[in-house]
């Protein structure tokens, strides 16, 4: 069974980078045909893809957070982590990671694992 965990704080302020570490068990994140997603949920909002890292080590990120996102992975802790740069109140939310069979995640599907999801408030 495949599990995901989110790590990193809860709190940040604004203009600081965030990061945040998923740590998985149960399979590794470099097997074939798998990618490794960021997925985001602000408050009384629906699920925004952020980027995802795929089996091979490429990278794909969402055109609006391009600037300010990078997802790198730790083949041997078996992680992957995200850094978000110069972070303002609305990128409060839910973080979520997920390993997919899609480079682009827009919900859950079947077969799918997510982290169970880790709050993060920006605020000074």
């Known amino acids: 069974q495949v599990q995901l965990q989110e790590s990193g704080p809860g709190l940040v302020k604004p203009s600081q980078t965030l990061s945040l570490t998923c740590t998985v068990s149960?399979?590794?994140?470099?097997?074939?045909?798998?990618?490794w997603a960021w997925i985001r949920q602000p408050p009384g909002k629906g699920l925004e893809w952020m980027g995802t890292?795929?089996?091979?080590?490429?990278?794909y990120y969402s055109p609006s957070l391009k600037s300010r996102l990078s997802i790198s992975r730790d083949t041997s802790k078996n992680q992957f982590t995200l850094q978000l740069s110069s972070v303002t109140p609305e990128d409060s939310a839910v973080y979520y990671c997920a390993r997919t069979r899609e480079v682009v995640v827009t919900t859950r599907l079947p077969g799918d694992y997510w982290g169970q999801g880790t709050q993060v408030t920006v605020s000074s």
């Open positions: 890292k795929a089996y091979s080590g490429s990278t």
């Open positions: 149960g399979g590794s994140i470099t097997a074939d045909s798998y990618y």
